[in-house]
């Protein structure tokens, strides 16, 4: 099933949540920001303390009001802080492209990325990729519902 | 008096021990040289055997250390005395003067992007990098403060500038500031003082500090590194081009008597070379690597599987026996080429674009300097002196040792041993009359919350101009004024600075706030500071909420502020959102039983109970056999000139005499419930309760299966060796040894680490006794690591002959047992004719570990040895709380070693059992029983075993979090399909409210 597209308006710019586990992602985002490393605005992150609370119905729950792309970063496989909360997630992340897919949403407006809290070049580039990848795919189709 | 103890050295053995003895209720003085703690762990980018992120398991113990109520950190600070006795020291402490005051510095680093200074050479990054005259050592500093470097300050030297001092608004530099003496009484001192990186030019054929392209171990760490100097760019430093073929070169200062070299092995080179080779590979695309070593000494926990990845997954080039003779440059392209002798010893040379040079470790100057301050011995290497059976105490009573300032070791190994050494230090000081354990700080009671419409009081902090300068503050606070329930809305220079603190405080009780938001910086370094002032005020200090607009806002967006003062709106409404539904949490107290129980009456068994009883608590001994003792019973020999017989009886006379150890002989533990502060252990005749248990069951040595072991007398172990020996029942003329029997085969791939040195102490017994005796050992590596190189070369020169043989070609016995061995060197097939042989057998893990794990809840290896929770950090521990491991449980070992780790083992037990109460985290899981319907999904996610469904009667199940194994992960809330799982601190509604916050406009 393809995802229906939607005009992009030239004022649109992306919405992205992205969920970040306190001991590696959201760390590896802070190195970003204490490194000066600069990306593009257009994303939020929340916090939690493992990848694996995020609730895949959170995810469903921010395209249906207006998300565009949502990133879930965590731990390196290996590295999980509760030692393996990021494999659940993993899995979790898996099953749900596939929902997305059967809801004619593009899987790729979701992303699930592993960033160290010494990688805070990775997690630019996530940004900075996710970022482009989400202004090209436009708009979710999913606005037009709302 | 209230006594502390002083720790030496921040690195990561100072920390563990200085967080161990806060933990057990001491306070703690932990001195550092440099301006930060962390060591080298801190600069590493990567850990063996697990590849972990160094900095993201290092990190949250340096911060635990940094805000602990009972750790007082004085950084760059050096011991300048120490006079008295054991339990009663005076020490003198120099603390230097660093220009900034470290109660205003609040980190910003505003003066650090103001100073004009620039081209200093920075020593963090190994001169890699430049910094500026006023610098903070790294981002993960501690403490996080600024220092000046009195050297290349212009204002110092030169009396112009002053840059800093205007730019720095809370007025935090001092240049008047002087060198200070502190005096502090200690009970007692561990040193952990590390080792120091050796210098790679006394390798002169290697060109070090000639060619550009070869580098150091420790330098390669931080070009590998994401937050070093090259970004984790792998790049030659001649001319920033990605290096195609890199060569590592093992023993680069370590196991020579050359002039400058060190006789003995460094201990960890082979394995961080396979690290460096590994994460290059994972870094570089199509780049080759070779490894030109001796021996591969991969003789700890999972190194032998590593070592096998990094041949077989990422094609590296192991080259055995080869030893580089030199290193050429070709001066145009600064190409290497290195000359070196194969394993059949066949000249050869190979080009490469980069040479990393795995360098000894020598022992810390540091150290050096402080045996010399406070009295102490050191060995002939220049580390400190200790013995096998105190291997963490030095010559001077009441002070220990512990880490690489002993010997060169690992970062498993030193966590563990600076537990043990927490537990001598604290001896001294918890058994003295008076002394009672650290009150938790005292706070006013709770404001009663409870239906109180939700009153917010927001403050946005500048933090000098780093969010200033970027995003709109004042347009921020006027916005977050408009929001619901928002009483007040303030904007301050720095929110973490005592004046603001204080503000928060006062405003809390004038203002009725029963919320507190605050926009600055990270939740993960100020969320402490901020719930602290909450909780000073009488608020829950989970009524608190941090909105992050400075590293992952005002940082990151610099260059368009109005788009960045949108976002710090955004998560201004987003943390607003969150807070409105937050809840006063309380952390669980549970009752702990001050006793603990261990398993296996073995010396670290014993060594353990020992430990505990010294400091007043009550232990159990629960044996499997008849009597106390375990392998070591079986053990003949001398170590450092006493026979371990008869250490072995005082010990036994010790366990024996305590008044606070009971022992439990026959006994087997045939269940264990309960968790962290109160197990119950049935054992046949009893069933004890206790706070904590040790697992420290032993393993045994491999019983052989080939060469005619238990058919021919003239075949024996290395056990059977010593005990015939003990008897003068050994007279074998031509003797060989053949080595990895039981190891390294197909059966248990890994090695046993002891059998190398046992053989060569075993040959070295025999060539002593009869010198016309014509010994032979046979063996794939001789991994004799750290001191007991000696044994090696002790064994070489009384004529030991060695015959390498390779890893797939055993020696064979013939039936007229004459002895078939492919030797490497030769290339051929040499016969010997033994009159005795015998068998470096291995050792393997208790059988038992197969009924202890499940009743435990702890994990074992594939190898069947037990499963600490963290291989590196938490190699004592398991994920369970409350339960710990020791000696051969844990993995093969020496008995210096286990000794050492037993007494780790009784430490973090008496983090536990020391403290009446345990306190579980405030962030866990809770059922609503409402909505549960005990369908089980939660109760497999949990790592932690915290979960159970139980029958609640009438054929209704539901599932039950137990507090005191929870840890707040929330694995099992994101997986409950009826949401009747909830996570503290993290509900679903508090975070769809955030969701909400987000995308609405």
Redesign the interface.
Same mark, same amino acid.
């Given at each position: 099933m393809t995802e229906a597209t939607v005009s992009k308006t030239e004022e649109w710019e992306p919405?992205i949540?992205a969920f970040c586990c306190?001991?590696?992602s959201?760390?590896g =985002?802070?190195?970003?920001?204490?490194?000066? &490393?600069?990306?593009p605005?257009h994303f939020?992150?929340?916090?939690?303390?493992?990848s694996? &609370?995020?609730?895949?119905e959170?995810i469903l729950?921010?395209y249906a009001?207006? =998300?565009d792309g949502v990133l879930v970063l965590g731990?390196?496989p =290996?590295?999980c802080?509760?030692?393996?909360?990021n494999y659940?997630?993993r899995r979790?992340m898996a099953l749900l492209e596939i929902v997305l897919q059967q809801y004619g949403l593009n899987p790729d407006r979701l992303k699930v990325e592993w960033v160290?809290?010494?990688?805070?070049?990775?997690f630019?580039t996530t940004i900075v990729d996710f970022t482009e990848r989400i202004t090209e795919l436009g708009p979710s189709p999913l606005k037009e519902v709302q | 008096m209230e006594k502390s103890a002083l720790v030496i050295g921040g690195g990561i053995a100072g920390i563990q021990a200085s967080l161990d003895l806060a933990d057990r209720g001491i306070k703690v003085f932990l001195v550092e040289s440099e301006p930060t703690i962390g060591g080298k762990m801190a600069r590493l980018d990567k850990t063996f055997p697990t590849n972990d992120c160094s900095a993201c398991i290092l990190s949250p113990k340096m911060a635990d250390v940094g805000g602990h109520q009972n750790i007082t950190v004085l950084s760059y600070s050096e011991v300048l005395g120490l006079e008295g006795q054991p339990g009663n020291f005076k020490a003198k402490i120099l603390k230097k003067a660093r220009y900034v005051d470290e109660d205003k510095c609040t980190g910003c680093g505003d003066c650090v992007a103001k100073c004009p200074t620039k081209k200093i050479t920075d020593q963090f990054e190994f001169g890699l990098a430049t910094r500026k005259a006023i610098f903070i050592p790294h981002a993960q500093a501690v403490p996080r403060i600024a220092v000046i470097d009195p050297d290349y300050c212009r204002y110092l030297t030169e009396g112009k500038c002053g840059v800093c001092m205007k730019v720095c608004q809370r007025g935090a530099i001092n240049y008047e500031d002087k060198d200070k003496i502190l005096d502090l009484d200690v009970g007692a001192v561990i040193c952990a003082t590390g080792f120091d990186v050796w210098d790679a030019k006394i390798a002169s054929e290697y060109g070090y500090g000639r060619y550009p392209n070869v580098v150091n171990s420790m330098e390669y760490e931080r070009i590998m590194c994401a937050s070093g100097p090259l970004e984790g760019h792998i790049a030659r430093p001649s001319d920033g081009q990605t290096p195609k073929r890199i060569a590592f070169i093992q023993c680069v200062g370590s196991r020579s008597e050359k002039k400058g070299w060190k006789p003995y092995c460094s201990s960890v080179c082979c394995m961080y070379a396979i690290k460096q080779a590994i994460i290059g590979m994972e870094h570089l695309d199509g780049v080759s690597t070779d490894i030109f070593f001796m021996d591969i000494r991969s003789y700890g926990k999972e190194f032998e599987d590593y070592k096998i990845r990094a041949a077989e997954e990422y094609d590296i080039g192991l080259h055995q026996n080869a030893r580089v003779a030199s290193i050429d440059e070709n001066p145009i392209t600064n190409n290497l080429y290195l000359r070196y002798s194969d394993g059949s010893n066949e000249p050869a040379v190979k080009e490469f674009d980069l040479v990393v040079l795995s360098v000894a470790l020598n022992p810390s100057t540091m150290g050096q300097k402080l045996a010399g301050t406070l009295g102490f011995d050191l060995n002939k290497y220049g580390f400190c002196d200790t013995s096998t059976f105190a291997p963490l105490e030095t010559s001077r009573p009441g002070v220990f040792v512990t880490g690489a300032f002993a010997a060169p070791k690992d970062i498993p190994t030193s966590v563990a041993e600076a537990s043990g050494s927490a537990v001598k230090a604290g001896a001294l000081i918890a058994t003295q009359s008076g002394w009672e354990r650290a009150k938790p700080k005292e706070f006013p009671s709770e404001i009663d919350v409870e239906g109180q419409e939700p009153r917010i009081g927001f403050w946005v902090c500048s933090c000098g101009i780093n969010i200033g300068s970027t995003v709109d503050v004042d347009s921020v606070q006027e916005y977050a004024a408009g929001m619901d329930n928002v009483v007040l809305s303030r904007k301050t220079m720095y929110a973490c600075a005592q004046d603001t603190l204080e503000e928060i405080k006062e405003t809390i009780k004038a203002e009725n706030l029963n919320r507190v938001v605050v926009a600055s910086c990270t939740p993960r370094t100020h969320e402490p500071l901020f719930r602290n002032a909450c909780k000073e005020a009488g608020l829950n200090p989970y009524l608190f909420e941090l909105a992050n607009i400075r590293d992952q806002c005002s940082w990151i967006h610099m260059h368009e502020p109005e788009k960045a003062t949108k976002k710090a709106k955004d998560l201004v409404r987003m943390a607003l959102a969150k807070s409105r539904l937050l809840e006063p949490l309380d952390k669980g107290v549970l009752p702990v039983a001050g006793s603990a129980v261990v398993l296996g009456g073995g010396i670290a068994g014993m060594t353990s109970a020992l430990d505990i009883a010294s400091q007043g608590y009550d232990v159990h001994i629960v044996e499997k056999t008849g009597e106390l003792g375990g392998n070591a019973k079986r053990f003949h020999y001398m170590e450092d000139g006493k026979d371990v017989k008869s250490y072995l009886n005082d010990l036994i006379d010790k366990v024996r005499t305590s008044d606070k150890i009971t022992v439990h002989l026959n006994s087997e533990a045939e269940n264990i419930e309960g968790f962290v502060g109160a197990f119950k252990v049935k054992i046949p005749d009893a069933e004890i309760d206790v706070g904590s248990v040790i697992v420290a069951v032993g393993g045994y040595e491999y019983k052989p299966t080939e060469y005619k072991y238990g058919a021919d007398d003239r075949v024996m172990t290395i056990l059977d060796f010593e005990e015939k020996m003990a008897a003068n029942q050994f007279n074998g003329k031509n003797v060989a040894f053949i080595s990895c029997v039981g190891s390294r085969n197909d059966d248990a791939v890994y090695c046993s680490r002891v059998c190398c040195s046992s053989a060569l102490r075993s040959a070295i017994q025999i060539k002593e006794a009869d010198p016309e005796a014509n010994v032979f050992v046979l063996h794939k590596d001789i991994r004799t690591y750290g001191f007991r190189e000696e044994y090696y070369r002790r064994a070489s020169e009384l004529g030991v002959n060695f015959i390498r043989y390779p890893e797939d070609k055993e020696p064979v016995l013939n039936e007229d047992f004459t002895l078939m061995v492919n030797d490497t060197i030769l290339g051929d097939d040499v016969v010997l004719s033994p009159d005795a042989l015998i068998l470096n057998a291995g050792i393997r893990p208790n059988p038992d570990n197969e009924q202890i794990a499940p009743m435990l809840k702890i994990p074992l290896s594939k190898d069947g040895f037990f499963f600490e929770a963290h291989m590196k950090l938490r190699p004592v521990d398991f994920a369970t709380e409350g339960v710990f491991l020791a000696g051969l449980a844990h993995w093969p070992k020496f008995m210096d070693e286990s000794i050492a780790q037993a007494s780790g083992a009784a430490s973090r037990a008496l983090t536990i059992i020391s403290s009446p109460t345990y306190e579980t985290e405030g962030v866990i899981a809770a059922v609503n029983d409402d909505l549960c319907d005990g369908c089980g999904i939660c109760e497999g996610c949990c790592p932690y075993h915290a979960i159970t469904i139980d029958d609640i009667g009438g054929g209704h199940l539901r599932a039950n979090v137990n507090e005191g194994l929870c840890k707040g992960c929330g694995s099992c809330v994101g997986a409950c399909p009826s949401g009747a799982m909830e996570q503290k601190g993290f509900k679903g509604a508090q975070l769809y409210a955030m969701i909400k916050a987000a995308l609405e406009e």
């Amino acid at each position: 099933m393809t995802e229906a597209t939607v005009s992009k308006t030239e004022e649109w710019e992306p919405k992205i949540l992205a969920f970040c586990c306190n001991w590696c992602s959201y760390a590896g =985002a802070d190195l970003a920001g204490v490194s000066r &490393r600069q990306m593009p605005p257009h994303f939020l992150v929340i916090r939690t303390m493992c990848s694996a &609370r995020v609730d895949p119905e959170f995810i469903l729950d921010a395209y249906a009001k207006g =998300a565009d792309g949502v990133l879930v970063l965590g731990c390196h496989p =290996a590295d999980c802080h509760y030692i393996g909360g990021n494999y659940r997630t993993r899995r979790r992340m898996a099953l749900l492209e596939i929902v997305l897919q059967q809801y004619g949403l593009n899987p790729d407006r979701l992303k699930v990325e592993w960033v160290s809290a010494s990688e805070g070049e990775k997690f630019q580039t996530t940004i900075v990729d996710f970022t482009e990848r989400i202004t090209e795919l436009g708009p979710s189709p999913l606005k037009e519902v709302q | 008096m209230e006594k502390s103890a002083l720790v030496i050295g921040g690195g990561i053995a100072g920390i563990q021990a200085s967080l161990d003895l806060a933990d057990r209720g001491i306070k703690v003085f932990l001195v550092e040289s440099e301006p930060t703690i962390g060591g080298k762990m801190a600069r590493l980018d990567k850990t063996f055997p697990t590849n972990d992120c160094s900095a993201c398991i290092l990190s949250p113990k340096m911060a635990d250390v940094g805000g602990h109520q009972n750790i007082t950190v004085l950084s760059y600070s050096e011991v300048l005395g120490l006079e008295g006795q054991p339990g009663n020291f005076k020490a003198k402490i120099l603390k230097k003067a660093r220009y900034v005051d470290e109660d205003k510095c609040t980190g910003c680093g505003d003066c650090v992007a103001k100073c004009p200074t620039k081209k200093i050479t920075d020593q963090f990054e190994f001169g890699l990098a430049t910094r500026k005259a006023i610098f903070i050592p790294h981002a993960q500093a501690v403490p996080r403060i600024a220092v000046i470097d009195p050297d290349y300050c212009r204002y110092l030297t030169e009396g112009k500038c002053g840059v800093c001092m205007k730019v720095c608004q809370r007025g935090a530099i001092n240049y008047e500031d002087k060198d200070k003496i502190l005096d502090l009484d200690v009970g007692a001192v561990i040193c952990a003082t590390g080792f120091d990186v050796w210098d790679a030019k006394i390798a002169s054929e290697y060109g070090y500090g000639r060619y550009p392209n070869v580098v150091n171990s420790m330098e390669y760490e931080r070009i590998m590194c994401a937050s070093g100097p090259l970004e984790g760019h792998i790049a030659r430093p001649s001319d920033g081009q990605t290096p195609k073929r890199i060569a590592f070169i093992q023993c680069v200062g370590s196991r020579s008597e050359k002039k400058g070299w060190k006789p003995y092995c460094s201990s960890v080179c082979c394995m961080y070379a396979i690290k460096q080779a590994i994460i290059g590979m994972e870094h570089l695309d199509g780049v080759s690597t070779d490894i030109f070593f001796m021996d591969i000494r991969s003789y700890g926990k999972e190194f032998e599987d590593y070592k096998i990845r990094a041949a077989e997954e990422y094609d590296i080039g192991l080259h055995q026996n080869a030893r580089v003779a030199s290193i050429d440059e070709n001066p145009i392209t600064n190409n290497l080429y290195l000359r070196y002798s194969d394993g059949s010893n066949e000249p050869a040379v190979k080009e490469f674009d980069l040479v990393v040079l795995s360098v000894a470790l020598n022992p810390s100057t540091m150290g050096q300097k402080l045996a010399g301050t406070l009295g102490f011995d050191l060995n002939k290497y220049g580390f400190c002196d200790t013995s096998t059976f105190a291997p963490l105490e030095t010559s001077r009573p009441g002070v220990f040792v512990t880490g690489a300032f002993a010997a060169p070791k690992d970062i498993p190994t030193s966590v563990a041993e600076a537990s043990g050494s927490a537990v001598k230090a604290g001896a001294l000081i918890a058994t003295q009359s008076g002394w009672e354990r650290a009150k938790p700080k005292e706070f006013p009671s709770e404001i009663d919350v409870e239906g109180q419409e939700p009153r917010i009081g927001f403050w946005v902090c500048s933090c000098g101009i780093n969010i200033g300068s970027t995003v709109d503050v004042d347009s921020v606070q006027e916005y977050a004024a408009g929001m619901d329930n928002v009483v007040l809305s303030r904007k301050t220079m720095y929110a973490c600075a005592q004046d603001t603190l204080e503000e928060i405080k006062e405003t809390i009780k004038a203002e009725n706030l029963n919320r507190v938001v605050v926009a600055s910086c990270t939740p993960r370094t100020h969320e402490p500071l901020f719930r602290n002032a909450c909780k000073e005020a009488g608020l829950n200090p989970y009524l608190f909420e941090l909105a992050n607009i400075r590293d992952q806002c005002s940082w990151i967006h610099m260059h368009e502020p109005e788009k960045a003062t949108k976002k710090a709106k955004d998560l201004v409404r987003m943390a607003l959102a969150k807070s409105r539904l937050l809840e006063p949490l309380d952390k669980g107290v549970l009752p702990v039983a001050g006793s603990a129980v261990v398993l296996g009456g073995g010396i670290a068994g014993m060594t353990s109970a020992l430990d505990i009883a010294s400091q007043g608590y009550d232990v159990h001994i629960v044996e499997k056999t008849g009597e106390l003792g375990g392998n070591a019973k079986r053990f003949h020999y001398m170590e450092d000139g006493k026979d371990v017989k008869s250490y072995l009886n005082d010990l036994i006379d010790k366990v024996r005499t305590s008044d606070k150890i009971t022992v439990h002989l026959n006994s087997e533990a045939e269940n264990i419930e309960g968790f962290v502060g109160a197990f119950k252990v049935k054992i046949p005749d009893a069933e004890i309760d206790v706070g904590s248990v040790i697992v420290a069951v032993g393993g045994y040595e491999y019983k052989p299966t080939e060469y005619k072991y238990g058919a021919d007398d003239r075949v024996m172990t290395i056990l059977d060796f010593e005990e015939k020996m003990a008897a003068n029942q050994f007279n074998g003329k031509n003797v060989a040894f053949i080595s990895c029997v039981g190891s390294r085969n197909d059966d248990a791939v890994y090695c046993s680490r002891v059998c190398c040195s046992s053989a060569l102490r075993s040959a070295i017994q025999i060539k002593e006794a009869d010198p016309e005796a014509n010994v032979f050992v046979l063996h794939k590596d001789i991994r004799t690591y750290g001191f007991r190189e000696e044994y090696y070369r002790r064994a070489s020169e009384l004529g030991v002959n060695f015959i390498r043989y390779p890893e797939d070609k055993e020696p064979v016995l013939n039936e007229d047992f004459t002895l078939m061995v492919n030797d490497t060197i030769l290339g051929d097939d040499v016969v010997l004719s033994p009159d005795a042989l015998i068998l470096n057998a291995g050792i393997r893990p208790n059988p038992d570990n197969e009924q202890i794990a499940p009743m435990l809840k702890i994990p074992l290896s594939k190898d069947g040895f037990f499963f600490e929770a963290h291989m590196k950090l938490r190699p004592v521990d398991f994920a369970t709380e409350g339960v710990f491991l020791a000696g051969l449980a844990h993995w093969p070992k020496f008995m210096d070693e286990s000794i050492a780790q037993a007494s780790g083992a009784a430490s973090r037990a008496l983090t536990i059992i020391s403290s009446p109460t345990y306190e579980t985290e405030g962030v866990i899981a809770a059922v609503n029983d409402d909505l549960c319907d005990g369908c089980g999904i939660c109760e497999g996610c949990c790592p932690y075993h915290a979960i159970t469904i139980d029958d609640i009667g009438g054929g209704h199940l539901r599932a039950n979090v137990n507090e005191g194994l929870c840890k707040g992960c929330g694995s099992c809330v994101g997986a409950c399909p009826s949401g009747a799982m909830e996570q503290k601190g993290f509900k679903g509604a508090q975070l769809y409210a955030m969701i909400k916050a987000a995308l609405e406009e």
